[in-house]
């Protein structure tokens, strides 16, 4: 199975879930896209189907699993294989505290030789390619040299996908919402670690917004990661399959992927307990720059949640905003 990752949308826990992604891919027909991370326990002792299961329209997607043990991890990887996922990728790039006390996440950076049994036993198990995604270091690790054992460890072991997160994790003293901003960004220790390791393939992460940028990534390395970007300003993605992949399909423009989101908020509140705000509040950055975009943002956050609420509320926040795609605000 041939996974093409030049351009994927991180996995963000509370924001990438099911509704977003297929959100996402009205947006983007080729933009690899990964789920929330899932703990090896939610999947074994939790509501299988409620962690993993997903629309047909998502594909190509990922799984990322959470975990530290070797033989759970192929446990869940069996139990994901039921689902068809293209990719199973183990987090080792999380620092927050619920990860750590759980010793899997960012934490296993000081461990490659515990990655390296849980990447055998995940591929022994798995009818999908494994993956791992690290950050290039956490604490005091010396740089460079100890991003180049862990890879090396973990390759070994056969694992030939690695998505870098080109910022050191803290794993005391900052949040992760600081882990995400405050180390600085080192892209060149992600650039220097695919020319040593030109056999393995190797996608960068952490703090790119354009597609300018991505192409600048793409000299150096084989793929592109994009996070929060692609969550506060999803539309970043519509020229994504022209300009990565080849395909010249006209992308929907914002008021057409709204309108394809219909159907699917319909079928979604057919199911119990559901709101239109569990989908909604992952367009509210649609148009992000747009006129109208703030009273696109308004009309759904205090709308979305009320009782009986349709998608009648989201056809009138859509009247707010000028059905013109070019109706950007002036700088």
């Not at 990964?34 to 629309?55: C, F, K, N, P, S």
């Not at 239109?276 to 703030?294: E, P, S, W, Y």
């Not at 609420?309 to 707010?320: I, K, N």
Request: charged fraction near 25%.
């Amino acid at each position: 199975m041939t996974v093409n990752r030049r351009i994927s949308v991180a996995p963000m826990m509370d924001w990438t879930d099911r509704h977003d992604r297929y959100f996402l891919r009205l947006i983007s027909r080729h933009t690899l896209l990964y789920t929330e991370m899932v703990t090896t326990g939610a999947i074994i002792h939790g509501g299988v189907d409620r962690h993993l299961r997903y629309h047909d329209a998502e594909h190509p997607i990922a799984l990322q699993l959470g975990g530290s043990d070797p033989d759970d991890l192929a446990r869940a990887c069996e139990i994901a294989n039921q689902y068809a996922y293209d990719e199973i990728n183990l987090n080792c790039g999380c620092p927050s505290d619920r990860v750590q006390n759980g010793a899997f996440g960012a934490c296993l950076m000081g461990t490659p030789d515990v990655v390296a049994d849980c990447v055998k036993s995940m591929i022994a198990a798995s009818d999908a390619p494994v993956t791992v995604k690290n950050r290039i270091g956490i604490d005091d690790q010396e740089d460079y040299p100890s991003l180049k054992r862990f890879t090396e460890t973990v390759a070994n072991a056969g694992c030939k996908t690695f998505i870098v997160h080109a910022r050191k994790a803290w794993l005391k003293g900052l949040s992760p919402k600081e882990n995400r901003e405050v180390p600085p960004l080192k892209y060149d220790l992600v650039y220097q670690l695919k020319q040593e390791f030109p056999e393995l393939e190797i996608l960068i992460n952490g703090g790119i917004k354009t597609l300018d940028e991505t192409e600048e990534h793409l000299k150096q390395v084989d793929g592109v990661m994009i996070g929060r970007e692609a969550y506060q300003n999803p539309y970043v993605l519509a020229d994504v399959d022209r300009r990565f992949y080849g395909d010249d399909t006209t992308p929907l423009t914002r008021h057409q992927v709204v309108e394809a989101m219909l159907p699917y908020i319909e079928q979604h509140l057919t199911e119990e307990n559901a709101t239109i705000g569990h989908v909604t509040r992952h367009m509210l950055g649609l148009f992000q720059q747009m006129r109208g975009a703030k009273q696109w943002r308004r009309y759904l956050s205090e709308n979305a949640h009320r009782k009986g609420a349709g998608t009648d509320v989201v056809r009138e926040a859509l009247a707010l905003v000028p059905e013109r795609d070019d109706e950007a605000l002036s700088a």
